[in-house]
């Protein structure tokens, strides 16, 4: 055992020995590879570096080759490009010489490229500022209708008077009215001129006053409405809105025509503490009864008031004259195509013949102007009137009246609560506003007005806005009024409450 042990101890030690030089010479090879390898891996990397060198030395030179190619080639277009360019704006401004003395730069004196009459297509803001005055835009709310009032404050020259008068217009009309016939004439120019600061309101729906704070326009909740919304409403909000603007106290006279006044008897029942609020008013051809009306559109009334439920049923709300029956009489007194003979013919067959007082150079403004939007509800509520008997009365709803009145009739107005100072204008020629309805009216009132009778016995409806000779008739007149309520006290709310003067 103890041989085998030493025989096998002696094999370990001479293969250990040989084993140690074996990975001596092992390690000596690898050593020698690896350094091999690394000076093989140098050397490649030095021909890599040095051939990269070369290409990126001949890349360089081929893009600096390039380069000066490409801006020469630039540098060429950009020559040729500005050339060009020049060459066409050269041959554009020889061409355009040719060109502006004909039309463009120069300055010449076209009458073909001015209008005829500029009145036509311009808003009221736009023609009393044309001619010369100061013009402002007051916007109202009254039940959600946003109303416009045109406001000429003071004269050309002066300064804001505390003299105050409010012009209301009538049925499809507007504040142009009181403009279309022209300073010197009409009577909003005649008024500023005398010193007074002058209100032109615009009932609701019309071309001024045609938005609404949250209704559609060709809705029937928004076409709901006659005069006696106006009259409730509107006008009340109007007068509050100029005593904000002008301070508590300020004496206002009211001036209306037609619809005007109608708006401004009933105001004054429904609301009759504005009777001491407004200084005056002047009634210009006054429309509340119809017991002698001698105009044609009597025949018309009961007609028109079944046609005007039909369409508040079942089609539109808005009255458009050029779409009713009498906007299919006057399709001949288009502005753009005007037959002047059709057209004051038509006029004087409603409003009253007066061939001598007509400008015929108005015809197209005051078309222009016509049917700037009002309501079926407003034409029936006056038909209503044309055959109730000689009443002056609230709008009828038939069946309904139970339930908005509490009575199978509609409320009369009570003028008996009228205490404002009035004048009333009236004229033997107008076929809406007869003698006889006017003294009805003057009856009706507990404190007598003023009645004046135009002096021309050929003076009609419409005579009162364009009138050749109206300050003669009219304006000289209502200057003369005016300047009474402006120079004596007046009695403010209730008694030993005075303001003197102006």
Same mark, same amino acid.
């Given at each position: 055992?103890?041989?085998?042990?030493?025989?096998?101890?002696?094999?370990?030690?001479?293969?250990?020995?040989?084993?140690?030089?074996?990975?001596?010479?092992?390690?000596?090879?690898?050593?020698?590879?690896?350094?091999? *390898?690394?000076?093989?891996?140098?050397?490649?990397?030095?021909?890599?570096? $040095?051939? %990269?060198?070369?290409?990126?030395?001949?890349?360089? !030179?081929?893009?600096?080759?390039?380069?000066?190619?490409?801006?020469?080639?630039? &540098?060429? =277009? /950009?020559?040729?490009?500005?050339? &060009?360019?020049?060459?066409?704006?050269?041959?554009?401004?020889?061409?355009?010489?040719?060109?502006?003395?004909?039309?463009?730069?120069?300055?010449?004196?076209?009458?073909?490229?001015? %209008?005829?009459?500029?009145?036509?297509?311009?808003?009221?803001?736009?023609?009393?500022?044309?001619?010369?005055?100061?013009?402002?835009?007051?916007?109202?709310?009254?039940?959600?209708?946003? @109303?416009?009032?045109?406001?000429?404050?003071?004269?050309?020259?002066?300064?804001?008077?505390?003299?105050?008068?409010?012009?209301?217009?009538?049925?499809?009309?507007?504040?142009?009215? +009181?403009?279309?016939?022209?300073?010197?004439?009409?009577?909003?120019?005649?008024?500023?001129?005398?010193?007074?600061?002058?209100?032109?309101?615009?009932?609701?729906?019309? /071309?001024?006053?045609?938005?609404?704070?949250?209704?559609? $326009?060709?809705?029937?909740?928004?076409?709901?409405?006659?005069?006696?919304?106006?009259?409730?409403?509107?006008?009340?909000?109007?007068?509050?809105?100029?005593?904000?603007?002008?301070?508590?106290?300020?004496?206002?006279?009211?001036?209306?025509? $037609?619809?005007?006044?109608?708006?401004?008897?009933?105001?004054?029942?429904?609301?009759?503490?504005?009777?001491?609020?407004?200084?005056?008013?002047?009634?210009?051809?006054?429309?509340?009864?119809?017991?002698?009306?001698?105009?044609?559109?009597?025949?018309?009334?009961?007609? #028109?008031?079944?046609?005007?439920?039909?369409?508040?049923?079942?089609?539109?709300?808005?009255?458009?004259?050029?779409?009713?029956?009498?906007?299919?009489?006057?399709?001949?007194?288009?502005?753009?195509?005007?037959?002047?003979?059709?057209?004051?013919?038509?006029?004087?067959?409603?409003?009253?013949?007066? !061939?001598? /007082?007509?400008?015929?150079?108005? @015809?197209?403004?005051?078309? $222009?102007?016509?049917?700037?939007?009002?309501? +079926?509800?407003?034409?029936?509520?006056?038909? =209503?009137?044309?055959?109730?008997?000689?009443?002056? /009365?609230?709008?009828?709803?038939?069946?309904?009246? *139970?339930?908005?009145?509490?009575?199978?009739?509609?409320?009369?107005?009570?003028?008996?609560?009228?205490?404002?100072?009035?004048?009333?204008? +009236?004229?033997?020629?107008?076929?809406?506003?007869?003698?006889?309805?006017?003294?009805? @009216?003057?009856?009706?009132?507990?404190?007598?007005?003023?009645?004046?009778?135009?002096?021309?016995?050929?003076?009609?409806? @419409? &005579?009162?806005?364009? #009138?050749?000779?109206?300050?003669?008739?009219?304006?000289?007149?209502?200057?003369?009024?005016?300047?009474?309520?402006?120079?004596?006290?007046?009695?403010?709310?209730?008694?030993?409450?005075?303001?003197?003067?102006?």
């Amino acid at each position: 055992m103890n041989v085998l042990f030493v025989i096998l101890a002696a094999c370990v030690v001479a293969h250990s020995y040989e084993t140690k030089w074996f990975f001596m010479d092992e390690a000596n090879n690898i050593q020698n590879f690896f350094k091999n *390898q690394s000076d093989n891996m140098k050397t490649f990397f030095e021909e890599q570096k $040095s051939r %990269m060198e070369k290409a990126i030395n001949n890349g360089y !030179e081929e893009a600096v080759k390039m380069k000066d190619s490409v801006n020469t080639y630039f &540098d060429t =277009q /950009q020559k040729k490009i500005a050339s &060009d360019v020049n060459n066409y704006v050269e041959r554009v401004k020889e061409s355009g010489r040719k060109v502006a003395d004909t039309w463009s730069f120069v300055p010449s004196d076209d009458l073909a490229s001015r %209008m005829e009459n500029p009145d036509v297509v311009l808003s009221v803001p736009g023609i009393i500022t044309r001619n010369g005055y100061t013009c402002e835009t007051h916007m109202v709310m009254s039940e959600g209708y946003l @109303l416009n009032i045109h406001r000429i404050p003071h004269s050309k020259d002066g300064v804001v008077s505390p003299k105050t008068v409010l012009l209301q217009h009538g049925i499809f009309a507007s504040s142009a009215d +009181w403009i279309l016939n022209g300073p010197g004439k009409g009577l909003a120019y005649v008024l500023s001129d005398a010193g007074y600061d002058v209100w032109m309101s615009n009932m609701r729906g019309n /071309q001024f006053s045609r938005e609404h704070a949250w209704l559609k $326009s060709n809705s029937k909740a928004y076409w709901n409405f006659s005069w006696h919304d106006a009259a409730l409403y509107d006008l009340p909000a109007v007068i509050d809105h100029i005593m904000k603007v002008k301070g508590e106290g300020t004496k206002i006279t009211y001036i209306g025509h $037609s619809m005007g006044t109608t708006i401004l008897f009933a105001m004054l029942t429904l609301r009759p503490e504005y009777n001491n609020i407004l200084a005056a008013g002047f009634a210009l051809a006054p429309v509340v009864f119809f017991t002698d009306l001698k105009s044609p559109i009597k025949s018309l009334a009961p007609l #028109a008031s079944n046609v005007a439920y039909m369409e508040m049923l079942y089609g539109s709300h808005e009255f458009i004259p050029k779409k009713s029956a009498l906007g299919k009489i006057s399709n001949g007194c288009d502005v753009e195509n005007i037959d002047a003979f059709v057209c004051k013919n038509i006029v004087f067959y409603i409003c009253g013949y007066n !061939e001598k /007082q007509l400008n015929e150079k108005l @015809l197209p403004v005051f078309l $222009s102007n016509l049917g700037t939007g009002t309501s +079926w509800k407003t034409v029936v509520h006056f038909a =209503q009137e044309v055959v109730s008997g000689g009443k002056f /009365q609230q709008f009828d709803y038939g069946s309904h009246n *139970q339930k908005m009145y509490g009575s199978d009739s509609p409320p009369e107005y009570d003028l008996s609560k009228v205490t404002l100072p009035l004048t009333l204008f +009236w004229a033997n020629n107008d076929l809406l506003s007869s003698e006889t309805d006017v003294k009805l @009216l003057s009856e009706k009132l507990p404190t007598k007005p003023e009645i004046y009778l135009v002096p021309d016995p050929e003076f009609n409806h @419409l &005579d009162y806005l364009w #009138a050749v000779d109206v300050n003669t008739y009219l304006n000289d007149k209502i200057l003369d009024s005016l300047n009474k309520v402006y120079t004596k006290p007046t009695v403010i709310g209730f008694p030993f409450k005075f303001s003197f003067g102006v």
